[in-house]
C-alpha cells in the first residue's frame, strides 16, 4: 500500500511539473512550421520575406455593395480613419492626395535624389544645357507635368527623380478611387503597423477595419435612408459589404481554425475512445485508470516539445488526438490481458511484445525528429515522448495503482467467435494478394503524378479564400517580386552603398535590354555617403547666381524669374541629409518593403523586371555581373519549390531509415529472414493499399501521406508482432488487440477529419493503414498453432 | 495618375480634331465630313505660350491619322519625340525612354478619349455632351469653338479653338486654365 502511494505521488509530481512547463509554454500556429529549420542564403530571404516583409504587413479590401458613388465614399472615409489609426502605417486607396505627398517630398529632396547631381551640372555649361533640356520638355505632351515647378527646378531634377521610378502598373480609378477590373469593388491597400509574424497584432488591426467599415457603412445607410423612399432604386441596391484578404488575415484565421480542430478533434476522439472502453470495461474505476497513461503520455509530448523547441505549433498539438487513440492500447493489452492471466504472466509473456511494438512506433517517429521542417520534428518529437511515456507508465505505475482488482466483464459471444473470425480471414488470402498486385501495379503507372508538388498542399489556406486573394490582387494589379538581387551588411549606411553598388551593375544590364528594370531603396533613400556627395555638389549662393546669369543667355527664360531655385539650391546646400524617418505613405512603404532589418543585421532587397516580351530573366548573365559583388540573385518561385523539394526528398530518406530502423530491430529479435518478411509484407501490403487507395480517390498525396506510410508500418507492426509473437491467440487476446485497433484508427480516423491538411494527410494515411495492417497480419502472418481448441 | 493621364488630354483633343478637313460651317454637316474622313498626314508646328517663359516654345514635325483609333504625333524639332495613341494605348518615346500607358486601365480618360473617337467618327451627340460648341465666321475662315463640360477637364482647359478654311483645319489653339496656350498651326501632306 505504501508503494502504492508512493508511486502516485511520484506520477503525481511529475505530471504537476509537466503542468508547470506547459502552462508557461509559448503556442504558435504561425508560418514557422513550414519554413525549414536550416535555411540556405536564399531561403532565409524567402523566410525574412515572409515573416517581416513589407508584403507580410499588407492587407488588401475591398468594398462591394451600393454604387459606384457610395463606395468611392466609404472608400475615402475609410482611408481617412485607418489613417489616422497608429496601427496603420499606410493606407492607399488611389485617391490624389497621396500621390501629391509622395510628389512634394520627391520635389523638396530633389538634389539629394536625383542622380544627375554632379558638380558640372552647376557650372556654366552644366546649367545652360540642363535648363534648355527642361525647355524643350515643356514643348512635350509630359512637359505640362513640370511646367508648374520650372521656376524652382529649371534643371529638372524632378523629371530625373521620376525617371528613375520603376513604372509599375496601377489599378484602375474609378470615381477618384481605386477600382476592381469589373467596376464593382473599391479596392484599398493598408500596411499593418505590427509585423505579419504578430498574429495578435494583425487579429487587432483586422478587427479595428472591420469595426470601422461597420460604423461608415451604417451612417451611409442611416443617410441613405431618407432618399431610398423617394427613389426605390436606391432601395434594390445591395448593402456594402467588405471583403479583407493579405498574409496577416491568413495567419489571423488559420490560428483559429487550428484552435477550435484542436478542441474539437480532441473532444471527439476522446469521447469515442471513452466510449469503448466503457463498453470493454464496464468499470468507471478501470476506465479512469486506462486514460492515465493517455494523459501522461499526451502531457510528456507537449513538455518535451516546449522544452526542447521552446515554442509549441498548435499543429501539434492537434497531433494529440491521434497519440490518444495510440496510447491508450497498451492499458488495454495490460487489463484485458493481465486481468485473465494475472500481472507476472501479463509481464513475462506479454510485455516483451508490447515493449518491441513500442520500439518499433518509437523508431517510426524518432525518424521524424532529423528533419529539417520543424513541424515534422515537432510532430515526431511529441508522439515519440507521448508513446514512450504511456508505455512506462502503463508497465510501472499502472500496475501498483490498479492493484490485482481488475475484473473485467465475462468474454460474451463476440470475443469468443473471434478466433474463429480470425482464423476465417485467412480466406481472403488470395483476393488481398491480387488487390495488393492491382495496387502496386496501378501506383507504377501513376508514379509520375503521385506527388502534389507543391508546397501549398500543405496550407491551411482554403481554395475560396486563396481565389479571393488571386482575384484582389489582380484588381490592384500587384504582382509577387519573383526575381530578386540581395545585398546584406551590418547596418543600414552599408547595405545602402551596397545596394548602390550593385545598381552600378544592374543599370549595365537595364542599358543593354537584358533586364527591364529594376527598383532599390537608394531610389528614395540613397546612402548618407552619395546624399554628401551630391549636397557638396551644390554651389554657394553667389557663385551659383552668377553661373546661373551666364547659362540663361540665348534661353527664353529670365534670371529674375528663378529666385525660387536659388533659394532651393541653398536650402538643400546647407540643410540637412534626408532621413528614413521623413518618408511617408508610400515612398516610406516602398523603402521599408526593400530594407529589412533583424538580428543579423541589414538587407536590401532590389527586385528585377524581365525586358518586355521576354519571358525568363538570363539568370546566368544576371549571376555573371554581380559575380564578386557579394550580392545574391533569388528566383523566389524556384526557392519555394526547391524548398519542398527538400522536405519531400528528406521526408523519403527519412521513411527509409525509419523503416530501416524497424527491420533492423525486428530481426534482432526474431533472428528469422523468414519471420522478418513475413511480419514486413502485410505492412507494405497496406502501405500500398492505402496509398492506391488515396490516390484513386483523388486525395492529393504530399509529404505527410509520405510520413503517414511509415507511421502505418511503425504502427501496424505491433499486431504483426502479436501475431507472430505470441504462438497462442485467444479470444482475450484477439479482443484486446481488436479494441487497441479500434482505439488507434479512432484516433488518427478523427485526425483525418480535419481541415488543416497536415493533420488530415496522416490521419487520412494510418487510420485505414493500421485496420489493414491488423487485418493482413492476422491473414499472412504465419502460426504455429490455433487458439480455441 | 489618373489626373496626369487627363493633362494629356486636351493636347489629344486638338490633334485629333486638327486632322480632320470640315466641309461647310453646317454643323450637321461637318459631323457628315468628319464621318467620312479618310485620315492623313500633315505638317505641324507648335507654339507654347507660357508666363514663366519670355518667347514660346517652339515644337515642329508630322502627325499621321488613321481612322477610327491610330493617331501619331512626330515631333522632329527640338528634340525627338514620337507619341502614338494605338486603340487604347498610349504611348510615349524620348530619349531612348518608353512610356506606355493602357487608358483602358484608366475608365476615366478612357471615356474621355471615347468622346472625341465619337466625335470623329461623327457623333455629334457625343461632342454636344462634352463640349459647349459654337460656330462663327465664313466657309472662307471659319471657327470653331468648344468649351469643355466636364469639370475635371475644365479646370485644365478653358477653351478649344479651331479655325480653318473650307475642308482643311488650319491652327488649333487651346487655352489653359492657368492663361498659358498652345497654338497648333497644321499644313496637310497631299499624298499623291
Known amino acids: 500500500m505504501r508503494q502504492r502511494a508512493r508511486i502516485f505521488l511520484l506520477w503525481l509530481v511529475a505530471m504537476l511539473a509537466g503542468g508547470w512547463v506547459v502552462w508557461h509554454s509559448r503556442f504558435s500556429t504561425d508560418l514557422s512550421f513550414f519554413l525549414p529549420a536550416n535555411p540556405s542564403p536564399g531561403q532565409q530571404v524567402l523566410i525574412d520575406q515572409l515573416k517581416e516583409g513589407t508584403a507580410s504587413r499588407l492587407l488588401m479590401l475591398s468594398v462591394a455593395g451600393a454604387d459606384a458613388k457610395q463606395r468611392a465614399i466609404v472608400s475615402s472615409q475609410l482611408r481617412a480613419r485607418l489613417a489616422a489609426n497608429p496601427a496603420f502605417v499606410s493606407v492607399q486607396n488611389g485617391e490624389h492626395g497621396s500621390l501629391d505627398e509622395a510628389r512634394d517630398l520627391l520635389l523638396a529632396h530633389r538634389y539629394l535624389l536625383s542622380p544627375a547631381v554632379t558638380p558640372e551640372r552647376f557650372t556654366v555649361n552644366g546649367l545652360h544645357a540642363a535648363i534648355e533640356n527642361s525647355i524643350d520638355l515643356l514643348s512635350s505632351p509630359i512637359g505640362i507635368l513640370f511646367k508648374p515647378f520650372l521656376t524652382r527646378d529649371p534643371t529638372g531634377e524632378l523629371p530625373e527623380v521620376l525617371n528613375t521610378l520603376d513604372a509599375g502598373s496601377q489599378p484602375e480609378t474609378r470615381n477618384g478611387v481605386w477600382s476592381s477590373h469589373d467596376g464593382e469593388r473599391a479596392m484599398l491597400v493598408v500596411q499593418t503597423t505590427v509585423l505579419g509574424s504578430n498574429t495578435d497584432g494583425q487579429e487587432h488591426a483586422i478587427a479595428l477595419i472591420r469595426a470601422e467599415f461597420a460604423h461608415i457603412a451604417a451612417n451611409m445607410s442611416a443617410q441613405a435612408r431618407p432618399d431610398a423612399t423617394a427613389d426605390t432604386a436606391t432601395q434594390a441596391l445591395s448593402p456594402l459589404s467588405l471583403q479583407i484578404s493579405g498574409p496577416g488575415l491568413f495567419a489571423v484565421e488559420s490560428r483559429a481554425t487550428i484552435k477550435t480542430e484542436v478542441a474539437r478533434l480532441s473532444t471527439l476522439s476522446t469521447l469515442a475512445i471513452v466510449t469503448v472502453l466503457f463498453f470493454v470495461y464496464r468499470s468507471p474505476r478501470l476506465m479512469a485508470l486506462g486514460l492515465l497513461p493517455v494523459a501522461s503520455g499526451a502531457l510528456a509530448g507537449i513538455v518535451a516539445v516546449s522544452l526542447v523547441f521552446g515554442t509549441v505549433f498548435g499543429i501539434t498539438v492537434g497531433f494529440g488526438s491521434a497519440l490518444i487513440g495510440e496510447a491508450v492500447d497498451y492499458a488495454i493489452y495490460y487489463f484485458v490481458q493481465a486481468g485473465r492471466l494475472g500481472i507476472a504472466t501479463w509481464r513475462q509473456r506479454f510485455w516483451p511484445t508490447i515493449r518491441l511494438g513500442v520500439a518499433t512506433s518509437a523508431c517510426g517517429f524518432g525518424a521524424l525528429l532529423f528533419s529539417g521542417f520543424p513541424g515534422l520534428a515537432q510532430l515526431g518529437l511529441y508522439a515519440l515522448a507521448g508513446i514512450v511515456v504511456a508505455a512506462l507508465v502503463t508497465r510501472h505505475v499502472l500496475p501498483p495503482l490498479a492493484g490485482d482488482d481488475i475484473r473485467l466483464p465475462p468474454p460474451g459471444k463476440l470475443v469468443s467467435a473471434l478466433p474463429d473470425l480470425y482464423r476465417g480471414l485467412r480466406r481472403l488470402r488470395m483476393p488481398f494478394i491480387v488487390l495488393s498486385l492491382l495496387a502496386s501495379a496501378y501506383l507504377f503507372t501513376q508514379r509520375e503524378s503521385l506527388w502534389y508538388p507543391d508546397l501549398s498542399a500543405l496550407s491551411t489556406i482554403s481554395k475560396a479564400e486563396s481565389d479571393l486573394d488571386s482575384r484582389m490582387r489582380a484588381d490592384l494589379s500587384t504582382s509577387d517580386a519573383r526575381y530578386m538581387v540581395v545585398v546584406s551588411a551590418p547596418d543600414r549606411e552599408a547595405v545602402l552603398r551596397a545596394a548602390e553598388k550593385v545598381g552600378h551593375h544592374l543599370d549595365a544590364l537595364v542599358e543593354s535590354n537584358r533586364i527591364g528594370g529594376y527598383d532599390s531603396p537608394t531610389r528614395f533613400l540613397p546612402s548618407a555617403a552619395t546624399q554628401e556627395a551630391r549636397r557638396s555638389a551644390l554651389p554657394p549662393a553667389e557663385t551659383l547666381r552668377a553661373n546661373l546669369h551666364a547659362a540663361l543667355a540665348g534661353t527664353p527664360l529670365s534670371a529674375a524669374r528663378l529666385q525660387p531655385f536659388l533659394d532651393d539650391v541653398e536650402t538643400a546646400r546647407t540643410g540637412p541629409l534626408l532621413m528614413r524617418e521623413q518618408l511617408t505613405g508610400g515612398l516610406a512603404l516602398a523603402v521599408d518593403g526593400m530594407l529589412l532589418h533583424n538580428a543579423q543585421g541589414w538587407t536590401a532587397l532590389l527586385p528585377l523586371r524581365p525586358a518586355a516580351e521576354q519571358a525568363a530573366l538570363p539568370q546566368a548573365e544576371i549571376r555573371q555581373a554581380l559575380a564578386g559583388s557579394g550580392a545574391l540573385f533569388i528566383d523566389m518561385k524556384h526557392e519555394f519549390d526547391q524548398l519542398y523539394g527538400d522536405y519531400l526528398h528528406e521526408a523519403l530518406w527519412l521513411s527509409m531509415a525509419g523503416l530501416g530502423g524497424i527491420i533492423v530491430l525486428l530481426a534482432f529479435t526474431q533472428r528469422s529472414v523468414r519471420r522478418v518478411g513475413a511480419s514486413l509484407l502485410p505492412l507494405l501490403m497496406s502501405v500500398v493499399l492505402v496509398t492506391a487507395g488515396l490516390h484513386l480517390c483523388g ?58 491538411p497536415v493533420l488530415h494527410a496522416v490521419g487520412a494515411t494510418v487510420a485505414p493503414g493500421t485496420l489493414l495492417s491488423l487485418l493482413l497480419s492476422a491473414i499472412f502472418v504465419p502460426r504455429n498453432h490455433d487458439a480455441a481448441h | 495618375m489618373t489626373r496626369n493621364l487627363l493633362l494629356l488630354v486636351p493636347g489629344l483633343v486638338s490633334l485629333l480634331v486638327s486632322l480632320c478637313a470640315f466641309g461647310a460651317l453646317e454643323s450637321d454637316q461637318v459631323m457628315a465630313e468628319l464621318a ?73 480618360a478612357m ?82
Open chain 2, 111 to 192: 471615356a474621355f478619349i471615347d468622346s472625341i473617337r465619337d466625335t470623329l467618327s461623327g457623333n455629334r451627340q457625343a461632342l454636344i455632351k462634352n463640349y459647349a460648341i459654337s460656330l462663327s465666321g465664313t466657309i472662307d475662315k471659319w471657327v470653331l469653338t468648344l468649351l469643355p463640360r466636364d469639370p475635371q477637364i475644365a479646370a485644365l482647359v478653358l477653351k478649344i479653338t479651331i479655325g480653318g478654311s473650307h475642308g482643311q483645319v488650319r491652327n488649333v489653339e487651346y487655352l489653359q486654365a492657368d492663361g498659358d496656350r498652345s497654338v497648333l498651326s497644321i499644313d496637310p501632306i497631299e499624298d499623291k
Open chain 2, 36 to 108: 467620312a474622313h479618310p485620315g492623313g498626314r500633315a505638317r505641324f508646328v507648335e507654339k507654347r505660350y507660357l508666363a514663366v517663359l519670355d518667347k514660346p516654345v517652339v515644337a515642329s514635325g508630322e502627325m499621321l491619322y488613321r481612322p477610327p483609333d491610330y493617331l501619331e504625333k512626330r515631333t522632329l524639332t527640338p528634340r525627338p519625340e514620337t507619341m502614338v495613341l494605338d486603340h487604347d494605348t498610349l504611348s510615349l518615346e524620348r530619349d531612348k525612354r518608353k512610356l506606355t500607358i493602357n487608358l483602358s486601365r484608366q475608365p476615366e
Open chain 1, 699 to 756: 486525395e492529393r498525396l504530399h509529404l505527410l501521406h509520405l510520413i503517414g506510410m511509415l507511421l502505418i508500418v511503425a504502427i501496424g507492426s505491433n499486431y504483426a508482432l502479436f501475431f507472430d509473437e505470441q504462438k497462442i491467440l485467444d479470444g482475450d487476446t484477439l479482443q484486446s488487440m481488436s479494441v487497441a485497433n479500434l482505439t488507434t484508427v479512432i484516433g488518427f480516423g478523427t485526425l483525418a477529419l480535419s481541415s488543416v
